[in-house]
Each structure stands twice: as C-alpha cells, then as structure tokens.
C-alpha cells in the first residue's frame, strides 16, 4: 500500500544551522514528490517537487530537496535556518497506484530556535 | 495573481445545523480540490473535480456531505446536519488540469475553520 512517512513529530534546529526534515515513501511505479509548508492559521503554501530529471530539486525560501530512489526518500534540507521558517511541513506523493491521488505525511514541526 | 478564495475563513455552529464553505479557485485552474485537516495532520481529500464534473468522491461522506462546482469555476461544499467530529479545518485547493493531476501543483487557500458545538 502506498504510503509516506515522516519519522520526525519535531525538528528543532539552532538559527544559523543546517536543517533536515526527513521523508520516506512507498508507492509503487515513479513517484512524484512534494513538500508544503504551513504556517499557524493558514493554508498550505508549495515549496517544491519532483517529478523527474535531476535528483537535487529546488525550491522557494531557499529550501532544497533531494530524490534518493534507492533509499526510497525525498529529504528537505536548508544550508542556514532562520527563525521565520519554524513552521510545520508535509511531504506527499503521487504515483500510478495511489490513483495519482497525493498522499500526505502527518507533518513535521520545525522549531528555529534564536 | 490572486490565489484561492475561501470564505468564511472560521465558522462556530451548533451541531445539526447546516453549513456551507466557498472556494474560488485560481484564474485558468481546471481542477479542484476539497480537504478536510484535522490539527496536526496531514489533508485529506474530500473531492477533486475537473472543470464541473466529479471526478473523485470515494472519500466524501455522502450522507451528510455535498459539493457543487457550478460553471466549472466556484465551488461550494455543504455539511448537512453537522456531527461535533465534523470540527476541523477545511482546504480548498486548485491546480491547472493541463498534465493530469499526478505532478501537478496544488495551491491551496487559507481554510476555513469549523467548529461544531
């Protein structure tokens, strides 16, 4: 069955350091993949996504991400954080047999810390 | 570029009575999505049309639950009579429809938060 994980409820990161917010994924066929971010009362704002090509996707804000296949993951990752980008993140995917249908994590909340 | 529209953007009712949330999609966006997402989780499709037909409402609870999208633009999803586990916030999103809906972006609106007494 087709599913996403995000195996972190809470990141908490120094500002000035890098940031990884981690995502795996199991779906069957070539996944497209995304990431959202969501600041408190408001909706989902898109950061970036793969759909194919190069493996190092990036995004606005200054996020990246990068599609590992064999390790079935799509991490999101910042060089330096700052405190505007505590916020709560998803990971979703679509594929061939979720009916193309996104499938969503259950969020990560990344906690910038001064 | 205007984004998605939703209105209201919070709604306090008791439960059975009716309520009904509005989403205006983005300019030229085919396609349409209706979420439901409870605190500290992940969206959930509700309906996803493309233009003004239905394409997917496997998830939507139909015996209390109905969505229209007239003229393939604005779209309005009913809860009839609302349950107290109705609480939660409701996404509208929309996406071009040009390349199919697998690797398109969704954009989403602010929401609307319910809740039931």
């Known amino acids: 069955a087709q599913s996403v994980a995000q195996p972190e409820d809470q990141v908490n990161v120094a500002e000035g350091n890098p940031l990884t917010v981690k995502c795996t994924y199991s779906v069957s066929g070539n996944p497209y993949l995304f990431w959202y971010v969501q600041y408190p009362n408001r909706g989902l704002q898109f950061l970036l996504k793969?759909?194919?090509?190069d493996n190092l996707v990036k995004g606005s804000y200054g996020f990246e991400a990068e599609f590992n296949k064999s390790q079935t993951s799509f991490h999101l990752k910042k060089p330096s954080a700052l405190v505007s980008d505590s916020a709560l993140y998803f990971c979703?995917?679509?594929?061939?047999?979720?009916?193309?249908?996104?499938?969503w994590g259950a969020g990560t909340k990344l906690i910038i810390k001064p | 570029e205007a984004g998605v529209v939703q209105s209201p953007r919070y709604k306090i009712i008791e439960k059975k009575q009716p309520v009904a949330f509005w989403c205006n999609p983005i300019?030229?966006?085919?396609?349409l999505y209706w979420y439901l997402q409870n605190l500290g989780q992940g969206p959930e499709l509700l309906i996803r049309y493309e233009n003004e037909e239905a394409v997917d409402d496997s998830q939507l609870p139909k015996d209390r639950f109905s969505a229209e999208r007239l003229k393939g633009v604005d779209s309005t999803l009913k809860i009839q009579p609302a349950e107290l586990g109705d609480s939660a916030v409701y996404l509208c999103a929309s996406s071009l429809g040009a390349y199919g809906a697998s690797q398109e972006t969704q954009y989403f609106g602010p929401g609307t938060r319910l809740l039931v007494l």
């Open positions: 300019s030229g966006h085919n396609t």
């Open positions: 793969y759909i194919t090509g």
């Open positions: 979703a995917v679509s594929a061939m047999d979720s009916n193309y249908q996104l499938i």
